[in-house]
C-alpha cells in the first residue's frame, strides 16, 4: 500500500511558477513509477508526466513539454512537478499516482492516487 499527499498548489499569476510535491508513504517509493494528472473544471482528468522508478526515464503530455518538469527524490520518498511559464488553462486540480509495474499516460496504468491539489492561474 502507498499512501500519497499532494501540497504546493495555490494561486498565481499568469508566466508564474509553482512546485508541486507528493510525498509517499512507505518504504518502497522507489520502486513505483510516478505520474502526475490533472482534471480542469468540466473536462476529464489527462496525464501531465511521468517518471520511471529511478528516474531516469519521463514523458510529457504535449501541453506542457518544456514548460513542466517532473522529478523524484527517492531518499525523500517524495516526486515533485515543477510548473513554469503557466498558462490559464494549466488551471486544474493536480493529482499524483503510483504504479507498482511500470509509468505510463492512462489513469488505469496507476494503482494509487492522492487526493489532489488546486492550481489556479490567472490572467
Known amino acids: 500500500q502507498v499512501q500519497l499527499v499532494e501540497s504546493g498548489g495555490g494561486l498565481v499569476q499568469a508566466g508564474g511558477s509553482l512546485r508541486l510535491s507528493c510525498a509517499a508513504s512507505g518504504r518502497t517509493f522507489s520502486r513505483y513509477a510516478m505520474g502526475w494528472f490533472r482534471q480542469a473544471p468540466g473536462k476529464e482528468r489527462e496525464f501531465v508526466a511521468d517518471?520511471?522508478?529511478?528516474?531516469?526515464?519521463?514523458y510529457y503530455a504535449d501541453s506542457v513539454k518544456a514548460r513542466f518538469t517532473i522529478s523524484r527524490d527517492n531518499a525523500k520518498n517524495t516526486v515533485y512537478l515543477q510548473m513554469n511559464s503557466l498558462k490559464p488553462e494549466d488551471t486544474a486540480v493536480y493529482y499524483c499516482?503510483?504504479?507498482?509495474?511500470?509509468?505510463?499516460?492512462?489513469?488505469?496504468?496507476?494503482?494509487?492516487w492522492g487526493q489532489g491539489t488546486q492550481v489556479t492561474v490567472s490572467s
Open positions: 499516482a503510483a504504479s507498482a509495474h511500470y509509468s505510463g499516460s492512462k489513469e488505469g496504468d496507476y494503482e494509487y
Open positions: 517518471i520511471s522508478w529511478a528516474g531516469g526515464n519521463t
